[in-house]
């Protein structure tokens, strides 16, 4: 059987960002598609992948703001949505909520002539690579697959705007007789449309957005799909700010390069020549010598329950929240010294105060759990192993949180591996 690569592009309004760093990744490695299938923002990346009109799409995100998506247009996200700016007369948000009211619904006349000013509809006719596209109709809400070759040209344009019409804060798209609405509502991930279209493998991009689980997840996991997701939150959906935008692009970039094992980390993005497999190994090796029920609360903490993790795993996923503790940026590449660097250095700031140091390790309340209990902790632990030259986790035997003791033996793995020097 002839092999054919299917590239399935989710939904998630503004999250497609992460799908436009995806494409460059997928660019780079020199992976070249047969079919493309996309629901909603999905479906329109979709037809600037199979027109191969990249550097046209990049400038669209570049410079895309919610007032080139929406009339009186605002960034909908935590910040925004707030009663204060809601109820003041003067605010975007008080303007965008009285014509939304008006309407039942936003205005997205400029979005539509965006999409008739960048979409390349006539390069997709002329394209090699097959296009499905997923909509729903309403109100059957009954999904819809849509083969964008086999549909009149004048109507792409419109089915484009069928997937991507996320009632109720988009309006229903007319088709002739037919209404329709986003294709998200049924599917999100349309990988059984690539596999009607003929595909034999398949890169998902899942941008878990809203249903964080796309509806067929049990496609995602067969053995011919590769799977991509966010290890975190994009945000919203309707979160046009050009810092978002370009975060998620370099998040989309990450995750496909890991994901294709040429860079490293989980949530948290380590360069190719930094790769640590025989840390992880001394890391995990000593999590070994724990007691059971510090074991199981570990593997809680990790977020693991498949017991079908490689060692590596173990590590990265300590590392992420290591860094995520830190407050360090997702969205870089570190090597992993770097990453150490600056792990190390955050737990300088109690390494100095033997008061507080002692109050935690009498179980002071106030101090022992929380992200300043793990910070005392970890300066403590830093201080007996770098400046007091011991090497023994019996310091932990009264103290019962998980992370402590991923702590510890994470100074001892560095140490040991002379990562980190010590200095007396």
Known sequence: MEEKIGLVLGGGGSLGAYEMGAWKALRELGIKFDI?????????????????????????????????????GININK????????????????????????????????FKELC??????KEIFTSKIDFGIVCVSY?????????????????????????????????????????????????TVPIDFALELGATKIIAIDLAGIPKIPQKL?????????????????GSIMDFSQSVIQRNMALGYNDTLKAYGILGGEKYTLSKESLTDDIG???????????????????????????????KDYFYSFLDLLCTHCGLDSSKIYTFKELISLIDAHFNQ??????????????????????????????????????????????L????????????????????????KRTA
Request: proline share 5%; glycine share 4%.
């Open 36 to 72: 493309v299938t996309g629901t909603s923002i999905g479906a329109l990346i979709g037809t600037f992948v199979v027109a191969n009109k990249y550097n046209e799409a990049l400038e669209l995100w570049n410079t895309i703001t919610p007032e080139k998506v929406m009339k009186e």
């Open 79 to 110: 910040k925004t949505i707030k009663f204060q700016n809601l109820i003041d007369k003067n605010s975007k948000e008080r303007r965008f909520l009285k014509l939304f009211l008006k309407n039942k619904t936003a205005d997205i006349s400029p």
């Open 116 to 121: 008739k000013q960048y979409a390349p509809i």
């Open 139 to 187: 109100p059957s809400f009954k999904e819809r697959h849509i083969n964008v070759k086999r549909i009149p040209r004048n109507l792409v344009l419109s089915y484009l705007h069928a997937s991507s019409a996320c009632w109720p804060i988009f309006p229903k798209e007319k088709i002739l007789k037919s209404v329709f609405i986003d294709g998200g509502f049924k599917d």
């Open 218 to 234: 049990f496609l995602a996991r067969l053995p011919f799909v590769k799977y991509i997701k966010p290890h975190e939150s994009l």
């Open 281 to 311: 190994k001394k890391f995990c090796q000593c999590l070994a010598g724990l007691p059971l029920h510090i074991l199981k609360q570990i593997d809680k903490l990790l977020g693991e329950n498949d017991y079908d993790l490689r060692i």
């Open 350 to 395: 109690y390494l100095g105060d033997e008061e507080t140091i002692q109050l935690f390790l009498l179980k002071n309340e106030k101090v022992k759990t929380g992200k300043e209990g793990f910070d005392i902790l970890m300066s403590y632990i830093k201080r007996e192993y770098l400046y007091e030259g011991k090497n023994d986790l019996k310091l």
């Open 397 to 420: 035997e009264n103290i019962s949180q998980p992370f402590h003791h991923l702590g510890a033996i994470f100074y001892q793995v560095l140490i040991e591996n002379k990562l980190i």
